[in-house]
């Protein structure tokens, strides 16, 4: 199973870009990148996800390496209310039509005013 | 929008009792997973079920059943509540990769 490394902890001031790096050197070719985030006491909340072209939302941006061995989830302007635990994720199929996402440890970003 | 709800945010059991904890989603999910979540452990894969009636165990399984008998539930079964299985659990439904998570509920074993 493809594995993800991300930093353990991270600041950002409030209204400014934050970027949260991810690595995952051995993804294979047909397994996507997810984010997920979780705020304290509730339940993990889907954010994005792709496979090799660059993705944005309404809540982020996902940028893929061009090798897929890397990617920078991007809140354009933090906001207090995105202090949370952001979780890196390489989704793995798991026979009959369903896939497995496998949470680390994630990175805790704090938003400071 | 998904909405994943399950039965209780608190629950509080004593050793022995039986434990049910529920979960419904509302989207026509097939794909409906429970997890626990320990500090330190992260998120660990207790059961899935891809399918009405079907179940396939996950990392944990251990002390821990399951069941789906309609599409939009999906149940947690602790036949003998323990005190190790004081946790935050949490249910997801999915379609294709995407999983949707609950609230979670948080149960102590006393």
């Known amino acids: 199973d493809a594995k993800t490394t991300q930093p353990p902890s991270m600041d950002c001031a409030e209204g400014r870009a934050a970027n949260l790096p991810c690595n995952h050197s051995?993804?294979?070719?047909?397994?996507?990148v997810y984010w997920y985030r979780q705020i304290h006491s509730q339940g993990p909340q889907y954010i994005i996800h792709?496979?090799?072209n660059n993705e944005t939302n309404e809540m982020a941006s996902l940028i893929i390496t061009e090798d897929r061995k890397s990617s920078t989830l991007i809140l354009p302007h933090a906001t207090l209310r995105d202090t949370a635990v952001y979780y890196c994720?390489?989704?793995?199929?798991?026979?009959?039509?369903?896939?497995?996402?496998?949470f680390g440890k994630g990175t805790k970003l704090s938003v400071i005013p | 929008d998904v909405k994943v709800t399950q039965s209780s945010r608190y629950l509080v059991k004593r050793t022995g009792e039986k434990v049910f904890l529920e979960c419904v989603q509302d989207?026509?999910?097939?794909?409906m997973f429970w997890y626990r979540q320990d500090p330190g452990l992260g998120l660990r894969l207790i059961y899935f079920?891809?399918?009405?009636?079907?179940?396939e165990k996950g990392d944990i399984p251990e002390g821990y059943s399951v069941s789906r008998e309609k599409k939009e539930r999906f149940s947690l079964i602790l036949e003998s509540a323990s005190t190790n299985q004081t946790s935050m659990y949490l249910c997801?439904?999915?379609?294709?990769?995407?999983?949707?998570f609950g609230p979670g509920t948080r149960l102590t074993v006393l």
């Open positions: 997801a439904s999915s379609l294709l990769g995407t999983q949707y």
């Open positions: 051995t993804i294979s070719g047909n397994e996507y």
């Open positions: 792709g496979l090799k």
């Open positions: 994720i390489v989704r793995v199929y798991s026979g009959a039509g369903s896939y497995q996402l496998t």
């Open positions: 989207m026509d999910h097939e794909n």
């Open positions: 079920s891809y399918d009405v009636k079907m179940k």
